[in-house]
């Protein structure tokens, strides 16, 4: 568990960083396609990684899907993007992302059609377990995705339009950041297990197994995105100067 929190601080440190040092040299050409290429990268491998079933000691033993742990990396980069370049380039950052997931789920599809090489043929069937989704689960994973951070992205917005004035006329940051990171991340994170859990296993398992998945996700899925606070404070720091979309 030592390793998963050493990479997930050095994974949020490096795109924190280098994300800000772009964003203040080159604002209006690196700085965008920067952040949307680590957003989705980040929305790309928690899909990959949603298939393994990990035992997490999140301050209570959990037992989550694998893309839990990197779920809130995306949610801090689309509000990263909102941060500098507004509501407009953060909703075309999500269709973004979602086109890519497809794609990449159309890959992988058309790469289970052709056999295997006859050296890996008795791992066919493990490859597919871990790569190949139902299709219900699929759709439960973008109908999931794009509910969650469209709502994420405009309430992420709103928040900012009423306070940034405040803040730069006051010179405090802090209150207005907090509120709008925090609050929009808990919205995304509690709407993505509202949907996704029902339409991927109603009437599959158990309605007190599914009320227990969104419960457990969304406690996991929060506390993570208020670890990760401290580094979109960081990039609002580091980005003070940097002109802004309201």
Not at 27 to 42: A, E, M
Not at 195 to 215: C, K, N, R
């Amino acid at each position: 568990m030592l390793w998963i929190w050493f990479f997930w601080f050095v994974g949020l440190t490096v795109s924190t960083v280098v994300s800000s040092w772009l964003v203040r040299r080159f604002r209006d050409t690196l700085g965008y396609p920067v952040l949307l290429t680590f957003y989705v990268s980040y929305i790309i491998a928690s899909n990959i990684l949603a298939p393994r079933i990990s035992e997490f000691n999140i301050l209570i033993p959990l037992i989550l899907s694998g893309g839990t742990i990197t779920f809130p990396f995306v949610a801090q980069l689309i509000d990263m993007i909102n941060e500098i370049y507004g509501r407009k380039l953060a909703y075309n950052a999500i269709l973004f992302a979602f086109t890519a997931n497809v794609m990449v789920s159309m890959f992988i599809l058309m790469l289970s059609t052709v056999p295997p090489a006859p050296w890996i043929a008795d791992l066919d069937s493990t490859w597919k377990y871990f790569m190949l989704q139902t299709p219900r689960v699929v759709i439960a994973s973008y109908t999931a995705f794009l509910v969650a951070e469209f709502l994420d992205a405009t309430v992420f917005a709103e928040i900012k339009r009423r306070v940034y004035r405040y803040e730069v006329s006051t010179k405090s940051i802090l209150k207005g950041v907090i509120l709008r990171s925090v609050g929009s991340d808990v919205v995304n994170m509690f709407v993505d297990s509202l949907v996704f859990f029902p339409l991927a296993f109603a009437y599959v398992v158990p309605w007190d197994v599914v009320w227990g998945m969104i419960w457990y996700g969304t406690y996991a899925k929060v506390l993570l995105s208020i670890l990760d606070t401290p580094w979109f404070i960081m990039f609002r720091l580091w980005t003070k100067g940097v002109r802004r979309e309201l």
